[in-house]
């Protein structure tokens, strides 16, 4: 049977404004970067993204290089898209990325027009649409002019080829630099994806500042520390999660795993649980609390994390004790 969206859809998700820009974000988004590759269940990642849409999440994350293979969470996404998800495309907002190795050669990585452009035509190809609705730079380039690579993002959205362009994963510094040449270009920066969790604070190191001061959006990966700080690992490590399943493309090790990390990680369940929250909802919460932050970006491996993770909006509030707990907790 067709897919029909819950019409309770918007009655739960929180949406927040994307910096000082016009568009508004849900609390979550849901990441594609595992899960929806070529070898994983299709029946699976359609569920998947239905119960999320169900909830309220409107934003779906990409990038080229997502799968495995590359290419391959862009092409089921784009199958899902058009099975289900046509009738709803100006309800969503998707993102997709370049700035990883996506093919050989001296093009087909980090930050020139030739890259970027090239690899927005592929990422369109891949899941059928006419535009994206952001288009990032995944990672600075240390050789490529600033100047170039947001040249480019300015002349993809001239193009029309994505209506918003952001960064991820640049420092404070390069930062404000893009931001100030997509200002001079007349394309203001919508929003950066930077790595931020309970276990990695760098963001708060002058990047959540800057973002703030310039009017930018922030949405966070990896909030759940790719599982980690999730109830998966608090008991050994299951067949079927990430660290079990040898991925690659930068899935979580079972070797990071170690008896001290989940001695901590039950500390901070047992403090989740005081809250009556799972730990997922807890080390969600705990980005959201931030109202420097637009949005998190989730990775769900099953319809069922989607939903308790969209529990965490019952309550992000912390008390100043429980945040000295959690911060005695991490060291
Ligand atoms: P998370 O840190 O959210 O980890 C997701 C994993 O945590 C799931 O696959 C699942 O593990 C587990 N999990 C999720 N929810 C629950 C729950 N409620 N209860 C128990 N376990 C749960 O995300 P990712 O690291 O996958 O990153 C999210 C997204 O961020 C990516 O898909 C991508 O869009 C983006 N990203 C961007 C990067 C960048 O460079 N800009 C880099 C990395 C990610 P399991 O699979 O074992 O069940």
């Known amino acids: 049977m067709a897919y029909q969206p819950s019409p309770g859809r918007y009655s739960f998700m929180e949406y927040r404004r994307c910096g000082n820009s016009g568009l508004k974000l849900p609390a979550l988004s849901l990441g594609l970067w595992h899960n929806f590759g070529r070898q994983d269940d299709y029946e699976r990642c359609k569920s998947i993204l239905h119960t999320a849409f169900d909830c309220g999440i409107t934003h779906v994350d990409l990038a080229n290089n997502y799968g495995p293979p590359a290419g391959s969470a862009e092409e089921t996404f784009g199958k899902i898209l058009k099975d289900d998800f046509k009738a709803y495309r100006d309800e969503m907002i998707i993102s997709t990325k370049a700035g990883w190795p996506m093919w050989p050669g001296p093009y087909g990585d980090f930050g020139s027009k030739k890259y970027l452009m090239a690899s927005l035509d592929q990422s369109l190809k891949r899941t059928g649409l006419n535009y994206f609705d952001i288009f990032y730079h995944h990672r600075p380039d240390p050789e490529t002019p600033i100047e170039e690579t947001m040249a480019t993002l300015h002349q993809i959205v001239q193009q029309g080829k994505a209506l918003y362009v952001g960064i991820s994963s640049y420092s404070p510094e390069q930062t404000k630099e893009a931001i100030k040449v997509l200002n001079y270009l007349g394309t203001p920066m919508l929003i950066h994806q930077p790595k931020f969790s309970m276990l990695v604070r760098d963001a708060e190191k002058g990047l959540l500042d800057t ?121």
């Open 211 to 331: 973002l703030d001061k310039s009017g930018v959006g922030c949405i966070t990966f990896s909030s759940l520390a790719q599982g980690i700080l999730t109830d998966r690992y608090l008991n050994g490590i299951p067949e079927d999660s990430r660290a079990a399943s040898r991925r690659g493309n930068g899935a979580l090790d079972a070797n990071v795993i170690t008896e001290e990390l989940i001695g901590r990680i039950q500390q901070l369940n047992g403090l989740a649980e005081g809250r009556g929250q799972t730990l997922a909802q807890m080390a969600l919460a705990w980005v959201l609390k931030d109202k420097r932050i637009t949005s998190v970006i989730i990775g769900a491996s099953k319809p069922e994390q989607v939903l308790d993770s969209a529990q965490c909006l019952r309550n992000y509030n912390f008390s100043e004790d429980e945040l000295r707990q959690i911060d005695a907790i991490l060291g």
